[in-house]
């Protein structure tokens, strides 16, 4: 999936160095499925028996095209069960919009846990020069900036694709996606497996068949996200949290892999459909 779920993911750390202008070009231009995504959740394992089981799923749409931009549309419902009756159910939602240069970056996302009331952050991210300017409506309003060199979750699909077709295994960026309070950007590393042969599918499921797919590569990947602000302060060296996928290059994602450190949640694709989209005039 091309925005990498906010649920899990977060940025990365510096890599506008790595891409000269011919590589954003090649990366802006790289064309991406419309597509609508459904995975199922389950708990693969509890390192500190916190979680004695999980479920859950994810819906995930995406549109749009180069010349009018992508929009993204994501929900996440998920039970967790730590016994003795504690069961805690998280319901995520968000949908954003980010035109195909990533210049500009608008998202909504709600948060509710249980019973609380929902979180909620409105804003809007605009690229101007060797900085970005942020303006939120929601949790409260405020403007501020960050550094020219944050990537936001479109282009940093579209830069690990880049990175990979040019055979690197190693890619750091610092993304912003507006979660959290819309004030958190993340470092993020990740690692970039060589291409999985077309013929070996280590399990089927609605990708691997469908025939828009069949014939594309896909890579091995894992994000490992860092509190940026916590890594700037104490030298914080452990990831808040990774998500390991196959990446197609299309930026539809499979086998997703989401480690909280605690606990690791695997998501199966039980649903895929290729969306209509416009082509460019």
Not at 105 to 126: C, L, P, Q, W
Not at 166 to 186: A, F, R
Request: charged letters at 25%; proline letters at 4%; aromatic letters at 8%.
């Amino acid at each position: 999936m091309v925005h990498l779920f906010r649920t899990s993911l977060g940025v990365m750390a510096l890599a506008a160095a790595a891409f000269g202008p011919a590589d954003m070009a090649q990366a802006a231009s790289g064309p991406f499925l419309a597509h609508q995504a459904l995975y199922d959740l389950s708990l693969v394992k509890s390192r500190s028996n916190s979680v004695n089981s999980a479920r859950g799923r994810i819906l995930y749409n995406f549109t749009g095209s180069s010349c009018e931009g992508y929009t993204s549309e994501f929900r996440q419902v998920s039970e967790l069960d730590s016994g003795e009756g504690k069961i805690t159910l998280s319901d995520l939602r968000s949908n954003s919009w980010e035109d195909a240069a990533g210049k500009s970056y608008r998202f909504k996302i709600e948060t509710r846990m249980n019973e609380a009331d929902a979180g909620r952050v409105d804003g809007s991210a605009e690229r101007d020069g060797d900085h970005i300017n942020v303006k939120l409506k929601l949790p409260a309003p405020k403007s501020f900036t960050l550094d020219g060199k944050v990537v936001f979750p479109t282009e940093q699909i579209q830069r690990i694709i880049a990175a990979a077709k040019d055979g690197k295994s190693l890619l750091e960026l610092s993304v912003y996606d507006g979660s959290d309070d819309g004030q958190k950007v993340y470092n993020t590393l990740t690692v970039i497996g060589q291409p999985i042969p077309v013929e070996r599918a280590t399990s089927s499921d609605p990708s691997t068949t469908d025939e828009h797919m069949k014939s594309l590569k896909r890579w091995p990947v894992t994000v490992s996200y860092f509190d940026r602000e916590a890594q700037q302060k104490e030298g914080e060296q452990t990831p808040v949290y990774a998500m390991a996928f196959e990446l197609y290059e299309n930026g539809v994602s499979r086998q997703l892999v989401l480690d909280y450190n605690d606990f690791v949640i695997s998501g199966a694709m039980g649903k895929f459909d290729v969306k209509d989209s416009k082509p460019c005039n």
